[in-house]
C-alpha cells in the first residue's frame, strides 16, 4: 500500500508505541536467517510450539525471537483485543456498519451456556433448530422422509452460493468418510447452468431432495438455481407447475423469510432459520449444515459442533502467549506488514481438506479486504492478505517452485495428519508415512535452504549450482492432529475464524460486513435486461461495457 499523504494523520495503529518498536525491530532483524536463529538458540524449537484444543503448532521456523513475540503481543494489547474478543463473545454489536451482533460462537454453545443478545439468552433458540435439524435428519437418513411418489430419499443437492456452499460443500468433502455412503451429495452454487446440469445429470427426481440456503430467500443466483431446481423436478415427475405438492416432499429452505419461502411451494414447517448475527461465511455451523447433517449423521455434527466450542473456549480465555489464533494471527501480521508479504499459503496434507483453501479464501479475504476502518477513515496499512492453496503433495510439482525459490515471500501454513482414516502400505512404504515425510521436509528445505557450495559438493557442475541455490529463511507454520475428525475439522476452522477477527481488531476494520461484493451484483441486475433488449436500445455504461453488451447481442442472436 502507498503512504497516505504527507498531510494526512497516521492512524491510530500507526501511533501505537508497539507498531514503531516493531518497525525497528524488523529493520534489525530482517537481516537475519532462520540459520542463524536456530544456530544461536538450541531450544527454538520447543519454545516456539504450542499444543491446544487438539492441535499441535510449531512455529519455530518463522522469522522471530523472544522480542517479536513479545512486541507483537504488545501490539494487540495496545489495539484492545482482550475486549474485543470480550465484545464479541458478550453479543455486543461489533459489526457497526450492519448494527449486528457476531455470534457465530453461539452456534455451537452447549445448551448450558448462556449467551445473550438484547438482553435475550440465544443458545435455547439455537438448540431448537438443531432439534428440528436432528428430527428431519434422523427422518431421511432412516427413510422414513420419502418424496412424492413414495420412495426414499438418495440425493441430496445443496443449492447455495458464499459461505451458503463453500462451508457445506468443503465440509462434506472433509467429512466424507463418515458420511452415509448409501447418499449422494451434490453442490450448486454458479448461476452457469452447467453447474446446475452436470449435478443433476444422472440423478432420479423422485428420489431428490433439494436443499435450498438464502437467508433471504432473494439471492439472485441461488434462486435462479432454486427456480431451475424446481421446475427440473416437476417436470420429472410428470406434474404441472402449478401444483406444489411435489415441491412440498422435495424441497427444504434454509431461511428467514417465511413468506417467500411458503410461496416458493416449500412447507415452513420444512424452513430451517437462523439469525442477522451469523455471517454468512461463519455460518457452516448453522442451520445451513444442515446438508452436512445429512452426510454424517446428527452425532458426527455434534462432535463438529463441540471441536469448533473447544477452539472457541481456547480463544476466549488463554493468555495470547499461548493463544493458537492469536498466535497466528500476529505472525500473519508481522509478515503483511513489516515484511511485505502480499500472499499467505494454506497447505493441507491431508486430500479430505482440498477444498479447504477455498473456503479460507472467502473467509480471510471477504472478512480482511476491507480499506476503510471502523473509525470511518481510510486505513494507512496492508490488510488481508491473499489466501491461496491446493493439498499436498499436488502441490509440489506445482507451485512449490515459486514459493522455494521465486522473488516474493510467502509464509506457509502446513496442515497434516498423524494417522491416515485411510491407510494403505506399498512396496515404496505406508502412504502416510510417505505424505508427512514431505510435510516436514517441506518446511526444513523452506526455513534452511541450500547454499550454492552445497550443491557443489553433492556434485552439481559449477554452472548449474546456482540454480539448485534454495535461499531458505522462508517462514512456515506445522499444525499436527492426531486424525481428520469432525472434532478436528471444527477446531481447524475455529481457529482460522479467531484467526482472521484478531487480524482485523488489529487493523482497526471491520471483519464481519461485506459491501465489497454489492456494487457488482446491483450493477448485473441493471444489465441482465439490456442482454436481450432490442439492439438498438440505449445504454448508459460506459464505452467498453456498452459495446461488450452489444457484441453479446449479436452473438446470441447469430
Known sequence: MTSPPTDTPPSALRLRPAWSALQAHHEQLAPQHLRELFAQDPARAERFSL????????????????????????????????????????GER???????????????????????????????????????????????????????????????????????????????????HYADRKLTFRFVSNVDGTDFAEATRDLDPARTLFVIAS???????????????????????????????????????????????????????????????????YSMTSAIGLSTMLAIGPDEFRSM????????????????????????????????????????????????????????????MESNGKQVGVD????????????????????QHSFYQLIHQGTRLVPVDFIAFANSLNPLVTPLGDHQDLLIANVFAQAEALAFGQTAAQAEAEGSPAWLALHREFDGNRPTNVMMLERMTPAALGRLVALYEHDVFTQGVIWGIDSFDQWGVELGKVLAKRI?????????????????????????RALRSS
Do not use: C
Request: no cysteine; glycine share 8%.
Open 51 to 90: 499444543e491446544a484444543a487438539g492441535i499441535f503448532l510449531d512455529y519455530s521456523k518463522n522469522r522471530i525471537t523472544d522480542e517479536t513475540l513479545r512486541l507483537l503481543i504488545q501490539l494487540a494489547n495496545e489495539s484492545g483485543l482482550r475486549e474485543r474478543i470480550n465484545a464479541m463473545f458478550g
Open 94 to 176: 461489533i459489526n457497526v456498519t450492519e448494527d449486528r451482533a457476531v455470534l457465530h460462537v453461539a452456534l455451537r454453545a452447549p445448551r448450558d451456556q448462556q449467551i445473550f443478545v438484547d438482553g435475550e439468552d440465544v443458545v435455547p433458540q439455537v438448540h431448537a433448530v438443531l432439534d428440528q435439524m436432528r428430527d428431519f435428519a434422523e427422518r431421511v437418513r432412516s427413510g422414513a422422509w420419502t418424496g412424492h411418489t413414495g420412495q426414499r430419499i438418495d440425493n441430496v443437492v445443496n443449492i447455495g452460493i458464499g459461505g451458503s456452499d463453500l462451508g457445506p460443500s468443503m465440509a462434506y468433502e472433509a467429512l466424507r
Open 305 to 364: 459442533l463441540d471441536g469448533f466450542h473447544e477452539m472457541d473456549e481456547h480463544f476466549r480465555t488463554a493468555p495470547f502467549e499461548r493463544n493458537l489464533p492469536v498466535l497466528k494471527a500476529l505472525l500473519s501480521i508481522w509478515y503483511n506488514n513489516f515484511f511485505g508479504a502480499q500472499t499467505m499459503a494454506v497447505l493441507p496434507y491431508e486430500q479430505y481438506l482440498h477444498r479447504l483453501p477455498a473456503y479460507l479464501q472467502q473467509l480471510t
Open 376 to 395: 470511518g477513515r481510510r486505513v494507512d496499512v496492508d490488510t488481508s492478505p491473499i489466501y491461496w492453496g491446493e493439498p499436498g503433495t499436488n502441490g
Open 215 to 281: 437467508k433471504t430467500f432473494t439471492t439472485l443466483e441461488t434462486m435462479a438455481n432454486a427456480h431451475t431446481a424446481r421446475a427440473w423436478l416437476l417436470a420429472g415427475l410428470g406434474e404441472d407447475t402449478g401444483d406444489t405438492r411435489a415441491v412440498g416432499r422435495h424441497f427444504v429452505a434454509l431461511s428467514t423469510n417465511a413468506e417467500a419461502v411458503s410461496a416458493f411451494g416449500i412447507d415452513t414447517a420444512n424452513m430451517f432459520g437462523f439469525w442477522d448475527w451469523v455471517g454468512g461465511r
Open 528 to 552: 441482465v435486461p439490456e442482454l436481450v433488449a432490442a439492439s438498438d436500445e440505449a445504454l448508459g455504461h460506459d464505452t467498453s461495457t456498452n459495446a461488450l453488451i452489444r457484441r453479446y
